[in-house]
C-alpha cells in the first residue's frame, strides 16, 4: 500500500517556539492532505485540511495562526505550531489521499509533541 | 460529528473470533464502509473496506447487511497484538474528503 511517512515521530519543545511537522506521500501524489490531532485515550479530530498550492481549510475552533499549514508540493506538508505551550501538547497525525478517486487514506506515523 | 457508533470497548481472549458491529444509519449512497487499526502512538492502519455483503481479506472479513445501515468487523483467532482500537468510518471516498472519526472500539485481548 502507499506509504505516508511523518516526521519527527516525537518532540519536545520549551512554551514560546515554534514547530514543525513533515507529512510526506512517499510513493504517490497527494492532492490532499489532513492533519488531526490527539489526546490521551481519544479519538483523531480533524483540524485542517490542505489542498497543494492554496490555503489550507480549518476546522471550526482551530486557530490557523497558530497551527500553520503548508502543502507546496504535491508530497509535503507540513504543520507548524507557533509559540508552543503545553496544552498543545498532543499526538499530531497526517493523513494522505491521491489525485485519483482513492477509497483509502493513508495515516502517517504520528509525532508526539511535548511542550515543556 | 461522526457518522458512526460503536461500542466502546470489548474485551476477548486469544484463539477467540471477535466481531464488532458499528451503526451508519445515515450512510449515502456513494459512501464506502472502512475499519482502521490504532495502536498506541501510532497513526490508523487500514484494515479492510466494503460497499455491501461480504468483503474479506487476509486479516478480517466485513459484513454489510443488504440496508448497509451497520456492518460487522470480523476478527478470526484474535492473539495479543490485536489489542487495540477499531475505527468504523464511512465516507464516499473521494480523495479531498476528510475522514471523520468516531470514538472507536478498545478491543482487549487476553491469554
Known amino acids: 500500500g502507499a506509504v505516508v511517512s511523518q516526521h519527527p515521530s516525537r518532540v519536545i519543545c520549551k512554551s514560546g517556539t515554534s514547530v514543525k511537522i513533515e507529512c510526506r506521500s512517499l510513493?504517490?501524489?497527494?492532492?490532499?492532505m489532513f492533519w488531526y490531532r490527539q489526546f490521551p485515550k481519544q479519538s483523531l479530530m480533524l483540524m485542517a485540511t490542505?489542498?497543494?498550492?492554496?490555503?489550507?481549510?480549518?476546522e471550526q475552533g482551530v486557530e490557523k495562526d497558530k497551527f500553520l499549514i503548508n502543502h507546496a508540493s504535491l508530497t509535503l506538508s507540513t504543520l507548524t505550531v507557533t509559540s508552543a505551550h503545553p496544552e498543545d501538547s498532543s499526538f499530531y497525525i497526517c493523513s494522505a489521499a491521491g489525485t485519483a478517486s482513492s477509497s483509502q487514506a493513508f495515516f502517517g506515523q504520528g509525532t508526539r509533541l511535548t511542550v515543556v | 460529528l461522526a457518522k458512526t457508533t460503536q461500542p466502546i470497548s470489548m474485551d476477548s481472549y486469544e484463539g477467540q473470533e471477535v466481531n464488532i458491529t458499528c451503526s451508519h444509519n445515515?450512510?449515502?449512497?456513494?459512501?464506502?464502509i472502512t475499519w482502521y487499526q490504532q495502536f498506541p502512538s501510532q497513526g490508523p492502519r487500514f484494515i479492510i473496506q466494503g460497499y455491501k455483503t461480504k468483503v474479506t481479506n487476509e486479516v478480517a472479513s466485513l459484513f454489510i447487511p443488504a440496508d448497509r445501515k451497520s456492518s460487522t468487523l470480523s476478527l478470526p483467532r484474535v492473539s495479543l497484538s490485536d489489542t487495540a482500537v477499531y475505527y468504523c468510518l464511512v465516507g464516499d471516498g473521494q480523495a479531498g474528503t476528510a475522514l471523520i472519526f468516531g470514538k472507536g472500539t478498545t478491543l482487549s485481548v487476553s491469554s
Open positions: 490542505s489542498n497543494e498550492g492554496s490555503k489550507a481549510t480549518y
Open positions: 445515515n450512510i449515502a449512497t456513494n459512501d464506502y
Open positions: 510513493d504517490f501524489q497527494a492532492t490532499t
